[in-house]
């Protein structure tokens, strides 16, 4: 057994109790190493196949052999090297005592901070909550330096979670991933994510050209380079296997990494939480759950979109590279060390986006180590975003349009956008800024400030502007805030000890009133501090459910169906279907959208007009080209509005070579001009009018 051959130093210098619930916690932490591990070497066999235009055969025979190596590699070699006992509880001598007035300035202006971002959605200004951000994390800074925090011994050990620390994380991860089964949010970016895998599994080939839009005959969709691997991964496990893409996608990867995710947040619960590991834990699931408001928030992009690589990076990679980052600068462990360096590198293969995401995230833990002297510590940390930087810099050396089109996100849409705005805004806000001092001492309290320290950065007025401009990836500079771990730092906030706070109120001379409430906690009796204690959970509790929107609910945009799913609409998919079977496995369908948009998951031969806008304006076609496919797309859009002339629409379904034009079954208006283009037997396809294109004899192609 895997768990025999690791040593109870291996055990120790991991953070792992070697009780029967530790044992329990080490499979499933090295469960999620493993996983982390091997879909790095897969991400780094697929760009050698994509400079070798590999098949996909060859690619699954050079790394399925790695995956056993890699198991018996993590039982021998998991031990750390150096120190790996866990830091020892401070004395009161060695305690850090932290003159009063620094806590009491970066605490009050990271509530301001946190309140002016939260809110300025309804109308507060922006500049508070960047001024008030900087100033809560220079405090921060220059009282953790001058209180002690930085030197070694002052350092927490890590809690234990006590009864239930294992069963309970382990049953909410397997509720998240049944639950994803059933839980349908329709998402237009499948169109071209799931079409790679769909295509993969079709042709056992990456796909280097465009297979949403024509049959390869168009180059790639510019601002979308082919370094993503999560994609072509699905597709040429598929292949073998038999089964379409798109069902293993979300009937097999998908609740598997919806679990890990979870059990991801719990782990770096483990590292920076100081106590009532359970109660941060939840608090961080609930939010997750009740995160439904905004598409883009952190919620929406775990249980609702996890099949996405963008979204695994977000939801599990992130918490992990924030695990290894932390038991490096506490511990020094090699091994959290090189799973770090994995984690950049499996990032790469998630998403695009890692290339300045995790630079942001290795700041965030190399500022505080450059800061109290650790300079080496530092330096090794600056390995882990080398991979998604040099990715990054060969897109941009091999030419080409990278450019992302669209509408630049500034940093209060970015922030409204992630944590959302109002009460969820105000709690997140808060979250980031008073995250140091809720944090574990000693490295972990260190770590959030650099987390802390980034944010209040990228928040400042140009700073997203600048470096959108700099990087061509304006449109989705929102997912800068992607370095903030927001649900564990929501979760400390129910770790709040009223005790350990107000205990710098005990330095204060005998003669200033603000030492009484320090002197009646102490006496108040242990039990009724315990009771006290679940206080400021229960309170985070019903104020995310007063404030939040559940994923599952209609107002997220969510449906939840009686049985596994796939992750589109049943009789848009049904009807979807038959429309490209009426097509005769070729050729190009019209559609309403969302209709088309379900055509590139199940479909390689037949292609729709527009599965999706934004897509489609970045492809490197001709300008008439897309203005044909748009406006084909506004024909059939919807019954209401205008519509163009027959002599655009006859000139625009030859270009396209429409061998199917649908309309919704009330749109006699585009029914109309589609048959006075010279199409016609319209018959009833699924929930649609279909009509077909005249032959050379006169007849119609009827499908």
Known sequence: MLTDRISERTRAGLGIITSGRGRVTFMLDALTDLCLVAFAVWTVVYHVGLALRAPTWVLLAAWLPALAVLAVLYARWAAPQGNVESPAEPSAETSPRIDWSLPALAMASGVVAGAAAGLHGPGFPWWPAWTFGLLSIAATAVAFLRGGYATADAGEAPARAGRGGTLIPALTAAGFAVASLFVVNTDADDSYFVSRSVWTAAHGRIPFRDVIFTQGTAGPVAGEPPVSSIEVLVGSVARPLGVPAASLLWYGFLPLVVFLAVWAMWRLVREWAPRRLLACFAIAAMYLLWAGLSPASLGAFHLLRMWQGKAMFVSALIPLLYVYLTRWAERRSPVALCLAVAAGVAATGLTSSAAFVVPMVAAAAAGPLLATGRF????????????????????????????????????????????????????????????????????????????????????????????????????????????????????????????????????????????????????????????????????????????????????????????????????????????????????????????????????????????????????????????????????????????????????????????????????????????????????????????????????????
Not at 599 to 612: D, G
Not at 685 to 695: D, S
Request: aromatic share 6%; glycine share 10%.
């Open 376 to 703: 080496r510590a530092a330096l090794a940390v600056a390995a882990v975003p080398v991979y998604p930087l040099a990715a990054g810099a060969l897109v941009a050396l091999a030419g080409g349009r990278n450019e992302v089109s669209g509408i630049f996100t500034d940093a209060p849409i970015s922030f409204s956008w992630v944590f959302m705005s109002g009460l969820m805004g105000v709690l997140a806000g808060c979250a980031i800024w008073l995250g140091p001092w809720l944090a574990r001492r000693g490295a972990p309290a260190l770590m959030v400030a650099g987390v802390a320290a980034v944010t209040s950065v990228l928040l400042v007025d140009g700073v997203l502007d600048f470096i959108g401009t700099a990087t061509h990836a304006g449109q989705v500079m929102w997912r800068t805030m992607w370095v903030v771990p927001a649900p564990v730092l929501i979760g400390l906030l129910a770790t709040v000890q009223v005790r350990r706070a107000l205990a710098p109120l005990t330095t204060l001379p005998a003669r200033v009133p603000a030492r009484v409430p320090a002197r009646v906690l102490a006496r108040v009796p242990a039990r009724a501090v315990g009771l006290a204690a679940a206080v400021p959970a229960v309170l985070l509790g019903v104020a995310l459910l007063l404030a939040g929107t559940p994923l599952w609910s209609h107002a997220a945009g969510s449906r939840l169906e009686g049985r596994p799913s796939w992750k589109a609409d049943p009789i848009e998919l049904g009807t979807a279907r038959a429309v490209v079977r009426a097509a005769r496995g070729t050729g190009t369908v019209l559609m309403p959208p969302l209709y088309m948009r379900t055509v590139p998951l199940f479909s390689t031969r037949v292609n729709a007009v527009n599965p999706n806008t934004h897509y489609l304006t970045n492809l490197p076609v001709s300008r008439s080209s897309i203005d044909a496919r748009l406006l084909l797309t506004g024909l059939v859009r919807s019954p209401k509005g205008s519509k163009p002339g027959v002599v655009q629409v006859r000139d625009a379904l030859a270009r396209v070579k429409v061998s199917v034009a649908c309309a919704g079954p009330d749109d006699r208006v585009a029914v109309r001009l589609i048959t006075a283009a010279g199409y016609g037997s319209g018959r009833r396809v699924g929930t649609l009018t279909c009509l077909f294109p005249a032959q050379r004899d006169g007849t119609f192609a009827t499908g």
